[in-house]
T-cell receptor
Framework: DAGVTQSPTHLIKTRGQQVTLRCSPK?????VSWYQQALGQGPQFIFQYYEEEERQRGNFPDRFSGHQFPNYSSELNVNALLLGDSALYLC????????????FGEGSRLTVL | GDSVTQMEGPVTLSEEAFLTINCTYT??????LFWYVQYPGEGLQLLLKATKADDKGSNKGFEATYRKETTSFHLEKGSVQVSDSAVYFC??????????????FGTGTSLTVIP
């Protein structure tokens, strides 16, 4: 049973560029959440997707957007990259939108130069 | 708003020493509380959880008790091993209806256990 998988694992971008990160949830899970983890910090909630819609959003600007597909996989898009967007981006899935335990992927490490 | 404050590290212990990592929280209502662990190069893994006051979560020799009166959820282990070296995150999930599955994490405590 595959867990949460994310791609790519590492990537380097320059300021102003756009990036797309991908996530496949754990089998049987229908809800995907994205978190940003800056170096030395705890994960910060970006948003949650359920039934292909953004259901809840944290304190992140509109440059951060996402999508969920019918097979429950998800993408995180970040436009107009800033140096401060450099972080580990974690995808977490759960089988219940409100009460499910979060299962995390290993993350995508984004470096913005 | 909801938040978690946990003991800053790094923490360095000798093998078989006793471990305590402090965690306190601020939340509306009665949250569920969690400890996640992050080993080097890996994602976060659930270590233990407690969903109501006075519950004790336990796993792999680690324990934490949900203390409503002190709003705390301290992590303890009686005898640490080298393999316990990792970063530990305290987290909460609010029980307010329809808020979704948003977790609030502390900043993490790095633990290094030396032989």
């Amino acid at each position: 049973d595959a867990g949460v998988t994310q791609s790519p694992t590492h990537l380097i971008k320059t300021r102003g560029q756009q990036v797309t990160l991908r996530c496949s949830p754990k089998s049987g899970h229908d809800t995907v959440s994205w978190y940003q983890q800056a170096l030395g910090q705890g994960p910060q909630f970006i948003f949650q997707y359920y039934e292909e819609e953004e259901r809840q959003r944290g304190n992140f600007p509109d440059r951060f957007s996402g999508h969920q597909f019918p097979n429950y996989s998800s993408e995180l898009n970040v436009n107009a990259l800033l140096l401060g967007d450099s972080a580990l981006y974690l995808c977490a899935s759960s089988f219940n939108r409100n009460t499910g335990e979060l299962f995390f992927g290993e993350g995508s490490r984004l470096t913005v130069l | 708003g909801d938040s978690v404050t946990q003991m800053e590290g790094p923490v360095t212990l000798s093998e078989e020493a006793f471990l305590t990592i402090n965690c306190t929280y601020t939340a509306t209502g009665y949250p569920s509380l969690f400890w996640y662990v992050q080993y080097p190069g890996e994602g976060l893994q659930l270590l233990l959880k407690a969903t109501k006051a006075d519950d004790k979560g336990s796993n792999k020799g680690f324990e934490a008790t949900y203390r409503k009166e002190t709003t705390s959820f301290h992590l303890e282990k009686g005898s640490v091993q080298v393999s316990d070296s990792a970063v530990y995150f305290c987290a909460l999930r609010s029980l307010i209806t329809n808020t979704g599955n948003q977790f609030y994490f502390g900043t993490g405590t790095s633990l290094t256990v030396i032989p």
